[in-house]
Each structure stands twice: as C-alpha cells, then as structure tokens.
C-alpha cells in the first residue's frame, strides 16, 4: 500500500476501510542470514537499508517489548549534524542528507522538519570555537552560519540577553538542522523494511549468543533459539548487558537521560535553542508542547526513569536562559537509557567474537544518526568493511587511544 494525498482522500470517502496493519507479524524462522538485535530506530534503519541497498534477504529484527519503544520513542526529535571532528562531521552529514530524502524513500510522514537550530554562545572564546566548527560543517559539506547578537534579537526576541552572569551573544546556526517525529521515524523504517521481506519479531528478547569456536551461530531468545549467519546488536542503553551475554566487556556506561514537555501552547519557539553555558535544549513540537532537556543523571543505571536533582538543574538553566518559561506547566517527564562512551562517540564495529557486529554509544545524540547508523551498519553486516563515513567509530579506539573527543572533555561520560 503507498500513501499518498490521493490515497487519504480515496479513504476518507470509504470510510476508512481500507488501511492495513502497517507490517506482518510473523512467527520467527528457524535461521536467517542476517539477525539484528534491538528494534529501535537503528535497527529498523539497518534492515531497511541491508533489505533495500544490499539486497539481503532472510533478515530478522528481534525486538525485546515494541518497536520504538526504547529511547527511540522517548527523545527529543532533534536532528542535525553540526559536529567539529573529522571522525564525526562527515558521518553526520551523510545522515543530514539522508533526512532530507527519508519521507520519499520510505513513503511515510516522519514529520522531518528543517526549522533550524541555533547553540548560543556566551563569551568570545565560545565564539572562536563556533566558528571554527562552522567552519569544519562548511569542509564536510554541510551549512553554518554565525550570528551576531543583534541578528539573533531580531529571530529569538525572548532570550535573556542581558543575564549578568550568562549574556547572550550569538549563535552558530544550522538552518537544515532541526526536528522529526521519533516514532513516525521507527515506523516508516519498520513498513519499509516489512515491505522488502524483513521479518520484525516483537516480544523476543534475545538471552544469549551460541557461540562456537569463537564464531557466533545463532541467539537464544524467550521465543526459542534462531540461528543466524550473522548478528548486528542495536540495542542503546542495554547495549553492556546485552554484549555481557557474549562474554564482552564494552567501554561505556547506561545513564538515564530524561526529558520534559509543557502543555501546548501557540507557536513561539521557531526552531531548536541550545543554551551555551548550561546543558539545557529546547523546541517547540507541531502539538505545541515546549520540548526540553538537559544533562544526563549522574549514576548508572538500567531503570528507565530519573531524579529530581536533574529536573531541577535542567529547570534552572532554562530560566536563565528564558525566563517565560517559568509561566508554562509542565506536562509530562520521561527518562530513557542512553550508552554514554568515554569519548562521547558512537561504536560501529566488529567485535573479537567473529560474526558478532555492534551499533552503540550513541550517547545523548543518537537519533539524529539513525540514517546514517542505519546505513553503515548494514554496510558493515553485508561487506564486512567500515562504510566510508563510520571508519573511525571503532571499538578497539579506546585501548589504541584514537578517541574522537567531540568536547574534548577526556574519559568522564557525563561531560559528554
Ligand atoms: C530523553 C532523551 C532525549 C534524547 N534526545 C535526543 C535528541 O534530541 N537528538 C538525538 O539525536 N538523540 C537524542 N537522544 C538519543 C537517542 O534517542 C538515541 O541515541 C537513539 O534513539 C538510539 O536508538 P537505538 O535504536 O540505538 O536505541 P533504542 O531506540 O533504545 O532501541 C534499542 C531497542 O533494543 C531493545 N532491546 C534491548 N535489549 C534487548 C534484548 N536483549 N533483546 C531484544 N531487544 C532488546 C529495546 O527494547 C529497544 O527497543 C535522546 C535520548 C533520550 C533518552
């Protein structure tokens, strides 16, 4: 079925009859050629890719609870690809650019939205060191633009400008950055890689690997055991004890990261804001929710919920940076289990046991990869090479000491 003006209008008229479910659900085979574990945005964007760009047939996505239902669903929908390092900028772009294509390529609304996002800065130096991130987006292909105070007065007239202690003045501005419906986006991934033959397992969680003379041949699962060629591990904050499950030891912490969302209210964010001199970022949704986050809690943890020490450091920093905030009740928060590496980058490799691939430390930023993650892990489980973009995401950096340290902020996760 494709979607289409003509087909809502078709439907409307026939009483809606004629949508289906948008995927199968089938009963798990007893071997596949490819098995993915984890049916987040990831995981859904490799089968996608592998099914539609590799032309591999016989894949599973197995998904412990329902697709999207990890941080994928829980984010705050911010995409964009405005990184400093040659190891991430690159990456980041091709997933800017595969954003801008994804509502065709999967025939599905994801509600990709390039309302722009600007990070203030604060000082002169955090101005130099915008620029020259601007200017290494410029190198990657990408777009940047610096912005004067007064130019930003005049786009975001709400900020506290004059804050004695924090003073706004600029910004570095992506224009095609900006936000996506985070469920729409697992879903469209979802119909898409059904549609090319991939089987989505819901309610199967993967227990352990069989692992024989050091290659792995298949998982066991609470719905029995299925062999596979080959397995790619997507799976976010459980990424530890999921690989733990093969005997390996990963180079990163699960924190929960939580996010706040206002009652709805008339259009007053234009794009993403993200403050300079706290850890806070925010946007407005199509609903009219004010969308926002901070820092991660400072503890590891599995539980899918957090503090309120971090909602009261998170609430300070966005009245310090926008006073009317504090005029606006706050409607829900939430918390999801993000894999925080000790550089702040993400890990798409091979592991020591052979067939054994992983997709992890995605950090607080993972969702605006997911594209890009996407296609160069399926690239990597079809050839068995690195794409072109993702050679530097390696799991073996941190004992080589070749860290891509976004922030320059050393082996402290939180400061990621
Ligand atoms: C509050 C919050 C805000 C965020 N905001 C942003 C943002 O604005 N922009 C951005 O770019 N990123 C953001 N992120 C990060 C981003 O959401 C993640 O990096 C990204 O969604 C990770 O996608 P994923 O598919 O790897 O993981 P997930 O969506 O978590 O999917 C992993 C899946 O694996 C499943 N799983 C786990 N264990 C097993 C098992 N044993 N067997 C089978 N399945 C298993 C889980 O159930 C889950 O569905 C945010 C994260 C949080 C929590």
Sequence with gaps: MRFSGFRVMREALRGHRGWGPLWRSPAPQPQYD???????????????????????????????????GGNTGRNTTIIRSNYLLPGNEPFYEFSMKLWERLEQETNFNSMVSQRGIVNLYHTDAQRDAYRRRGNAMLLAGADARLLGREELRAMIPFLNYD??????????????????????????????????????I?????TGFRIEAGRVRGVETTRGYIGAGRVGVAVAGSSGRVMGLAGLRLPLESHVLQAFVSEGLKPVIP??????????????????????????????????????????????GGMALMPMLGRARLLRAWGGLVDMTMDGSPIIDR???????????????????????GWAFAHLLATGES???????RLDRFARGHVIDERGAGAQPNLH
């Design 271 to 316: 794009g993403v804001i993200t403050f300079g001199a706290g850890h806070f970022y925010i946007s407005q949704s199509d609903k009219g929710g004010l969308v926002f986050g901070g820092d991660i809690d400072g503890y590891n943890s599995y539980a899918q919920r957090g503090n309120l020490a971090v909602v009261e450091d998170v609430a300070e």
């Design 202 to 206: 819901q309610n199967c969680e993967v």
């Design 387 to 393: 794409h072109e973009t993702a050679t530097a995401f």
């Design 163 to 200: 804050n004695a202690r924090f003073p706004v003045k600029g910004g570095l501005m992506q224009a095609r950055a900006g936000t996506a419906r985070h469920d729409g986006v697992a879903w469209g991934y979802a119909r898409g890689a059904d549609a090319r033959g991939v089987d989505l």
């Design 34 to 68: 490819i098995v993915i574990v984890g049916g987040g945005g990831h995981g859904l964007a490799t089968a996608f890719y592998l099914a539609k760009e590799f032309g591999a047939a016989r894949v599973a996505v197995l998904e412990k609870g329902w697709l999207g």
């Design 351 to 373: 592991t020591p046991v052979d067939g054994l691939y992983l997709n992890g430390g995605w950090c607080y930023g993972g969702f605006k990869a997911t594209p890009a993650s």
